[in-house]
């Protein structure tokens, strides 16, 4: 049996294989968004990162499942990464993971089983720093490598955080810095230096736990982590869902330096162009930046930051948390407006 690279098998990895949000929102138009079940809490009306199921008063579950191609080569990383992005969900409703089982494909007849010995191995690390089990999952042979979990969580009914809840007058929290999609690029073709790398495999591994806290905060009003459609993505789709505008100040936005060179060169995913081509007119990007800026901020991002709209007066304390949590790169990134019919849902001012 020839061994081949993980990401040799497909052309896009992580969240950067996601179909893009115009092919998305054509598959979903014909879904039928309302059911007759009462206690469906969120569906799939406003492209939520997760469902949630009301149990009584005062507990909700949360479910959410989530699967990806390879980003990197080495399988425990892969495997660490993917269980982290799909984890993520969960921690972006505002609620507490409890139980994971593994979504696997493998194409068993061009990669060793110790690959997928290893996948296993990094998810089950990353469920244990989560605190739950990985009980079991389903695997198919499959012609690329994919793998991820169905993860189901809890929250209170009445503090779980949706897109939706913006407020005029909010501030916009963003907890880790844009560019892993285009870092990830740059892996793919081995054009990244060692410290590079080793700041990217911090960032797309590092859990969102503080999502969990979030949601139990008053103060904050609609919550949502950065993935396949970028930052510009889910800023629109926080924007539709809570009929408000967003306004970003980029200089305030983090990004990984190394990313801006890398555009610069070329090195961009495909699912950035995706990306900007899909939100047209509703992404406005003021005096007309030039491409290479755009895109750090349509690049698809995996297990990236979480998105805070949260009340002004309590963004400075929400910012001292997060960066107690680790998250040393938190910072308000705009703010929350009201909709003029004739704007762009969102906007980036220089």
Not at 134 to 163: E, M, R, W, Y
Not at 268 to 291: C, L, Q, T
Request: net charge negative; hydrophobic share 40%; proline share 5%.
């Amino acid at each position: 049996m020839d061994a081949q690279k993980l990401t040799s098998f497909s052309a896009s990895g992580g969240c950067g294989c996601k179909i893009d949000p115009t092919a998305l929102q054509q598959i979903l138009e014909k879904v039928p968004k309302q059911w007759s079940q009462p206690d469906l809490l969120v569906g799939i009306e406003n492209n939520d990162d997760a469902a949630v199921m009301r149990i009584n008063e005062h507990e909700s579950l949360i479910f959410s499942s989530d699967f990806s191609t390879p980003i990197v080569d080495d399988p425990c990383i892969y495997g660490r990464i993917a269980a982290a992005n799909a984890l993520s969900d969960i921690y972006a409703m505002g609620a507490d993971p409890l139980i994971a089982t593994a979504i696997v494909g493998f194409p068993i007849n061009h990669l060793p089983m110790d690959s997928m010995q290893e996948i296993m191995r990094g998810a089950v690390e990353i469920c244990q720093e989560a605190g739950i089990p990985l009980a079991g999952g389903h695997s198919i042979d499959n012609p690329q490598p994919i793998f991820g979990l169905s993860v189901i969580g809890k929250a209170h009914t009445h503090l779980v955080k949706t897109n939706a809840g913006a407020q005029t007058g909010d501030l916009l929290i963003l907890t880790k810095p844009l560019g892993i999609g285009i870092l990830a690029s740059a892996i793919k073709i081995n054009t990244i230096r060692e410290n590079t790398y080793q700041k990217f495999i911090h960032h797309i591994t590092q859990l969102n736990k503080p999502g969990s806290w979030l949601g139990k905060q008053q103060g904050v009003h609609a919550l949502t982590d950065i993935t396949g459609f970028g930052l510009a993505g889910h800023l629109f789709e926080m924007a539709k869902a809570g009929r408000v505008r967003m306004e970003i100040n980029t200089a305030a936005v983090p990004v990984l330096e190394e990313a801006w060179s890398l555009v610069r060169e070329g090195v961009v995913p495909s699912g950035a162009y995706r990306n900007m081509h899909s939100y047209g007119d509703s992404i406005h990007f003021d005096d007309e930046w030039n491409i290479d800026h755009q895109l750090v901020f349509t690049d698809p991002q995996t297990n990236g930051g979480l998105l805070i709209s949260a009340v002004a007066e309590k963004a400075d304390y929400f910012i001292e948390k997060l960066k107690e949590f680790g998250f040393a790169e938190s910072a308000v990134v705009g703010r929350v407006t009201a909709l003029n019919g004739t704007e762009a849902p969102v906007v980036f001012n220089k």
